[in-house]
Nanobody
Framework: QVQLVESGGGLVQAGGSLRLSCAASGSIFSINAMGWYCQAPGKQRELVATITTGGRTNYADSVKGRFTISRDNAKNTVYLQMNSLKPEDTAVYYC???????????????WGQGTQVTVSS
């Protein structure tokens, strides 16, 4: 079994910062890409940022220059530093990872349970 557990969400005023963490645990052989997605009420889940094992990053246009994704491969953990937060960033943030559980096996896509981020104006 593999679990992704997020932490770090909460309530913050506009202009403030939050740091999300997501730790993967369980039967893990290797982790490929990891990322963060968000889903606001009444909207579809959408990409926030992704990062490869080698550290290559990709961001949604709406968060470029404000959010930074990083990872600690030794800890199987991905982070999202969120600065200059805006009310429109309010959403549930989900961690995502492509994980191989056995040698030479397929990669499976896993999701965390989500953490609420609320930005007040």
């Amino acid at each position: 079994q593999v679990q992704l557990v997020e932490s770090g969400g909460g309530l913050v005023q506009a202009g403030g910062s939050l740091r999300l963490s997501c730790a993967a645990s369980g039967s893990i052989f290797s982790i490929n890409a990891m990322g963060w997605y968000c889903q606001a009420p009444g909207k579809q889940r959408e990409l926030v940022a992704t990062i490869t094992t080698g550290g290559r990053t990709n961001y949604a246009d709406s968060v470029k220059g404000r959010f930074t994704i990083s990872r600690d491969n030794a800890k199987n953990t991905v982070y999202l530093q969120m600065n200059s937060l805006k009310p429109e960033d309010t959403a549930v943030y989900y961690c995502n990872a492509w994980i191989r559980t056995v040698v030479a096996g397929p990669e499976w896509n896993y999701w965390g349970q989500g953490t609420q981020v609320t930005v007040s104006s």
